[in-house]
């Protein structure tokens, strides 16, 4: 049974930062973090390969977060940056495999496990 853990949410002002951490239970090909804001479908914001070779980003966040892992750890983060506050949303990520890593941004209909996620609160 896959196990997920995010952590490192909270609040913070317009332009500031925030890293997000997962540490996972499995063998994965990628893991995806996703957002959801109230009311608004779950978005896809960035992949990682868990062998490090490819990462990808939604449009909105390029340039702003960055994806990384420490594999030693089975821990992947999101370090966002310069934060808006429609970046406002519950953080989750998910453990992917072959096609489901292949899609960017990615899809969440295309995953299927999900940890408890971390609240991102950003204010102007």
């Known amino acids: 049974q896959v196990q997920l853990v995010e952590s490192g949410g909270g609040s913070v002002q317009a332009g500031g930062s925030l890293r997000l951490s997962c540490a996972y239970t499995a063998r994965t090909d990628c893991m995806a973090w996703f957002r959801q804001a109230p009311g608004k479908e779950r978005e896809g914001v960035a992949t990682?390969?868990?062998?490090?070779?490819?990462?990808a980003y939604a449009d909105s966040v390029k340039g702003r977060f960055t994806v990384s892992r420490d594999s030693t750890k089975n821990t992947v983060f999101l370090q966002m940056n310069s934060l808006k506050p429609e970046d406002t949303a519950m953080y989750y990520c998910?453990?992917?495999?072959?096609?489901?890593?292949?899609?960017?941004?990615?899809?969440?209909?295309?995953?299927?496990?999900w940890g408890q996620g971390t609240q991102v609160t950003v204010s102007s």
């Open positions: 998910a453990p992917g495999w072959g096609f489901q890593c292949t899609v960017v941004p990615p899809r969440h209909f295309h995953f299927g496990i």
């Open positions: 990682i390969y868990t062998d490090g070779s490819r990462d």
